[in-house]
């Protein structure tokens, strides 16, 4: 928590629930973004078009916050990659497995008042802490 900075973060909150109120009403479609990555492979290239501008949007808004805003990027170390990978995988994995990721169940479903979202968001977020509390207390 040294690093704390509510209003950058709140700004930061926002803007993702802006943009996927905005795809809500006016494209009639969930801004998931497990949902949508898949899609752009799994797809037919003529349901590809949003969601290739939406993943670019992505990487865009990174890219302006690293250059405009001078914000850090974070430092990785090459002995990290292997981990970062299979952490990558089962997140990937678990997405499949509960219908969707932290951004469809956790911003768009709780939005919604989606019961499933509600849940599935409380199941991922209790599942982190304890991975956390597992790595820094007991792992030590």
Same mark, same amino acid.
């Given at each position: $928590?040294?690093?704390? @900075?509510?209003?950058?973060?709140?700004? =930061? !909150? %926002?803007? &993702?629930?802006?943009?996927?109120?905005?795809?809500?009403?006016? *494209?009639?479609?969930?801004?998931?973004?497990?949902? &949508? #990555?898949? =899609?752009?492979?799994?797809?037919?290239?003529?349901?590809?078009?949003?969601?290739?501008?939406?993943?670019?949007?992505?990487?865009?808004? =990174?890219?302006?916050?690293?250059?405009? #805003?001078?914000?850090?990027?974070?430092?990785?170390?090459?002995?990290?990659?292997?981990?970062? *990978?299979?952490? =990558?995988?089962? %997140?990937?994995?678990?997405?499949?497995?509960?219908?969707?990721? @932290?951004?469809?169940? !956790?911003?768009? !479903?709780?939005?919604?008042?989606?019961?499933?979202? &509600?849940?599935? @968001?409380?199941?991922? $977020? @209790?599942? !982190?802490?304890?991975?956390?509390?597992?790595?820094?207390?007991?792992?030590?």
């Amino acid at each position: $928590m040294e690093l704390f @900075t509510p209003l950058p973060a709140l700004a =930061g !909150g %926002v803007l &993702i629930g802006a943009a996927a109120l905005l795809l809500l009403l006016g *494209a009639g479609r969930i801004a998931g973004i497990s949902g &949508i #990555l898949s =899609g752009v492979m799994l797809r037919p290239w003529s349901e590809r078009g949003w969601r290739l501008l939406f993943v670019a949007g992505l990487i865009a808004g =990174g890219w302006l916050g690293f250059t405009w #805003l001078d914000l850090p990027a974070p430092q990785l170390n090459l002995a990290d990659w292997p981990v970062l *990978a299979i952490a =990558g995988f089962l %997140v990937g994995v678990g997405a499949r497995l509960g219908n969707g990721c @932290t951004s469809g169940h !956790g911003i768009c !479903g709780i939005g919604r008042l989606s019961v499933r979202s &509600i849940v599935a @968001t409380l199941v991922f $977020m @209790t599942t !982190g802490a304890l991975t956390v509390f597992v790595v820094n207390h007991l792992l030590v």
